[in-house]
């Protein structure tokens, strides 16, 4: 079946500009994940949605961060006023429930200039 | 709090010799402890996994067994070839949490 797939696949963006980046998820997953991945950098968690639970932001970098998941499928992750130090890739993975194997995206690779 | 350790990279092996990527990790409770692996212009996809103590998860080739005792997983191959180059994440699931938790990732080159 279709795996995650997520969009744009690059963004080159001014600094200050907003930005939104889509995920879609395995159908049937209800977990849903963000993480960035610096260049050289190891994962790094930003936001968890399980079902219909509140999500877990604990990972959110500031609050020109934040992600929604509407109906629990598809996902988007927004970043207001960006920054240089935002650039980065976004992958997203979904997971058949916690704790399980997480399934990732090909992920977006994010420039501000 | 939960977290995972694995070795600083990056390594270069010479094809069919011996890999060994150490991770270990730290937990509460009992935590499911995967490896991931990202090709060069890939995604990450999970290479093997182990859910308890003593399982051993394997998969092309590579295997990696669960040591509670020393609160390891590490990733070991017998005999490398050019096609494993790639960047390997060690990973836990917490039991006790919604989060994943990855190691820094350790990039491996292996030259014919």
């Known amino acids: 079946g279709a795996g995650v797939s997520q969009s744009p696949s690059n963004k080159v963006t001014e600094k200050g500009k907003d930005v939104e980046l889509r995920c879609d998820p395995i159908s049937g997953h209800t977990a849903l994940y963000w993480y960035r991945q610096s260049l050289g950098q190891g994962l790094e968690f930003l936001i968890y949605?399980?079902?219909?639970?509140?999500?877990?932001k604990s990972g959110l970098p500031s609050d020109r961060f934040s992600a929604e998941r509407t109906g629990g499928s598809v996902s988007t992750l927004t970043i207001q006023r960006t920054q240089q130090e935002d650039s980065a890739v976004y992958l997203c993975?979904?997971?058949?429930?916690?704790?399980?194997?997480?399934?990732f995206g090909p992920g977006t690779r994010l420039t501000v200039t | 709090g939960d977290s995972v350790t694995q070795m600083e990279g990056p390594v270069t092996l010479s094809e069919e010799a011996f890999l060994t990527i150490n991770c270990t990790y730290t937990a509460t409770g009992y935590p499911s402890l995967f490896w991931y692996v990202q090709y060069p212009g890939e995604g990450l996809q999970l290479l093997l996994k182990a859910t308890k103590a003593d399982d051993k998860g394997s998969n092309k080739g590579f295997e990696a067994t669960y040591r509670k005792e020393t609160t390891s997983f590490h990733l070991e191959k017998g005999s490398v070839q050019v096609s494993d180059s790639a960047v390997y994440f060690c990973?836990?699931?917490?039991?006790?949490?919604?989060?994943?938790?990855f190691g820094t990732g350790t990039s491996l080159t292996v030259i014919p």
């Open positions: 949605f399980q079902g219909n639970s509140a999500p877990d």
């Open positions: 990973a836990l699931s917490d039991p006790t949490g919604n989060q994943f938790y």
């Open positions: 993975a979904s997971s058949l429930e916690s704790r399980s194997e997480q399934y």
